[in-house]
């Protein structure tokens, strides 16, 4: 069992910085397997990719719409995973999760675990 737990959304104006976490609890074997991949849904649309980071090989990439913009990173000691992103847009406005699944790459079906989503608001 994988559970997930974000955190560190809120209210930015555009140009700032926010850094979101999610917090990871699973077994280690189990992770070593898995990849974690950050989402986000404005409302009124589907869910969309943003990045995938692979837990124990450490690769990654990001979609072109946020490419530049943001960062995935880990923390072994912490098992936790973080999305920073930078020069916010108020179009980056959204529900932000994090998910998990032994599925490397940016279909939002094939994730088997998500967290709860936090929200950020980018103002203008």
């Known amino acids: 069992q994988v559970q997930l737990d974000e955190s560190g959304g809120g209210l930015v104006q555009a140009g700032g910085s926010l850094r979101l976490s999610c917090a990871v609890s699973a077994p280690t074997f189990t992770l070593n397997t898995y990849a974690m991949a950050w989402f986000r849904q404005a409302p009124g649309k589907e869910r969309e990719f943003l990045s995938v980071?692979?837990?124990?090989?450490?690769?990654?990439y990001y979609a072109d719409s946020v490419l530049g913009r943001v960062t995935t990173y880990k923390d072994d000691a912490k098992n936790t995973v973080y999305l920073q992103m930078n020069s916010l847009k108020p179009e980056d406005t959204a529900v932000y999760y994090c998910?998990?699944?032994?599925?490397?790459?940016?279909?939002?079906?094939?994730?088997?675990?998500w967290g709860q989503g936090t929200q950020v608001t980018v103002s203008s």
């Open positions: 980071l692979s837990w124990s090989g450490g690769s990654f």
């Open positions: 998910a998990s699944g032994s599925y490397y790459g940016p279909r939002a079906s094939e994730y088997k675990y």
